[in-house]
């Protein structure tokens, strides 16, 4: 792998343009075929080790200011695999856990340095089939929930819609940075207000609220009122704050009249009224949720290498529903600090990217905006090995180190509001 400084020399040889052209076009099959992970190595997952196979000697940018990202990554998986030594009877199979946990880390370190490498353009590819990914699967569950085939059975499990996935909770999630994206381009008026952009978002939104995750829709509202908060505040075009306000309240408008008529329909009322309680009666008491979370605590003060992968159900009956004390339980004290740490510094290079002008500020926004409130749904349910997590945080951080190779030379005035109001095209990524 090699920096930006040796990319222009490894491009003017046909060899690296071409393995590099193929790099790509995995990269764009990660996003598509990303609809289905129903079984594991998932489609998507394979894809990921063929695109790593193709930018092996190019088309990276490894720089020292993502040695943060993966000296935590390193130690966060280091201490599993110690954690996972120590327990007794693997039961469970917990080596499939530290190995996916591996897989979650390298992912995030490879979009770093993808994105690194040239941050704009190859975030608009990215979404461009990301939202592709995210339509195809949107469909699929849409059949599912409203039975519209036979065989689309299998995409709606107990009134919510699963599509593609194992977990309603999961599936609901990986749509948020797809919806925000695009939510935020159209805002802008970096796309076209086209027939087909707005039935596929629209699409998205309502897969979105017919999974019937309540971490999802507060997740989403949130990204989606910080994202329209923050490019409010940090437009470079003062025209373009008073279009999206207007746009905003339109949105809400027309989100209003789409959950009416779907609430309409007696069976998604009754669902929505019952996943609408905040608490549910197995999360209360001493065996709910929190009171596991509870009586784990002291247990783990007193245990430095924790319970082990996947250890936590065995103990309590449940997993832990909580990502943060999971990093605990599962890899141990040093795993744990190493993931607050982690969190930490997502938190202080989002904020600088927010504040700091550039021709990625208004996607690192979107960005910024979805990865904050995916972190903090981790109080809620288990994300550790959600792969569009992992996404987020490989995006971020290749803004961050693109715009530290910058240094203080800083971008023109002219470059920072093309990233706020052009359409910047993937084709030639």
């Not at 996003?31 to 990276?60: H, Q, R, W």
């Not at 009877?89 to 917990?94: A, E, K, L, R």
């Not at 995006?395 to 971008?411: P, Q, V």
């Amino acid at each position: 792998m090699l920096d930006a400084r040796a990319l222009s020399t490894n491009l003017a040889h046909p060899p690296f343009r071409l393995a590099e052209a193929t790099g790509h076009a995995f990269v764009a099959l990660i996003f598509i075929t990303s609809f289905y992970v129903k079984f594991e190595p998932a489609i998507c997952d394979i894809m990921f080790f063929a695109a790593v196979l193709f930018f092996y000697n190019s088309g990276l940018s490894i720089t020292p200011s993502l040695a943060p990202l993966f000296g935590c990554l390193l130690i966060y998986n280091i201490a599993g695999l110690v954690s996972y030594t120590l327990i007794p009877v693997d039961i469970f199979s917990s080596w499939q856990f530290v190995l996916t946990s591996f897989y979650m880390g390298f992912s995030a370190f490879f979009f770093a340095a993808y994105v690194a490498a040239d941050p704009e353009r190859r975030f608009q590819f990215i979404l461009k089939y990301y939202f592709i990914g995210a339509t195809i699967a949107s469909v699929l569950g849409l059949l599912g929930y409203f039975h519209l085939l036979s065989f689309a059975s299998e995409f709606s499990v107990m009134g919510r819609m699963v599509s593609g996935f194992k977990d309603p909770n999961v599936f609901s999630t990986y749509l948020i940075l797809p919806a925000v994206a695009m939510l935020q381009a159209l805002m802008l008026g970096k796309i076209r207000l086209s027939a087909f952009n707005l039935s596929a978002l629209l699409i998205i939104l309502m897969a979105l609220f017919l999974a019937f995750s309540r971490g999802a829709w507060i997740n989403f509202s949130a990204a989606a009122a910080l994202m329209i908060l923050l490019s409010l505040l940090y437009s470079a075009d003062p025209r373009q704050r008073a279009g999206i306000a207007l746009k905003a309240v339109i949105v809400v408008f027309v989100l209003a009249i789409i959950l009416t008529a779907l609430l309409s329909i007696k069976e998604t009322q009754s669902l929505f009224l019952d996943r609408f309680t905040l608490i549910k009666s197995y999360d209360a008491g001493e065996m709910g949720r929190f009171g596991n979370q509870r009586n784990a605590v002291p247990l783990l003060l007193l245990r430095p290498f924790g319970f082990g992968p996947l250890q936590f159900p065995i103990i309590f009956g449940e997993a832990p529903h909580n990502t943060f004390l999971n990093a605990f339980a599962a890899f141990g004290w040093i795993g744990g600090v190493t993931f607050f740490i982690l969190v930490v510094l997502n938190m202080i290079i989002g904020v600088r990217l927010v504040f700091t002008p550039s021709p990625f500020q208004a996607s690192a926004i979107a960005v910024f905006s979805c990865l904050v409130t995916m972190i903090f749904q981790g109080v809620q349910i288990d994300t550790e090995h959600w792969r569009h997590l992992y996404w987020l945080i490989g995006i971020l951080w290749g803004f961050f180190a693109a715009g530290e190779m910058r240094g203080a030379a800083g971008f023109s005035s002219r470059d920072i509001l093309a990233g706020w109001t052009s359409q910047t095209h993937a084709r030639s990524v």
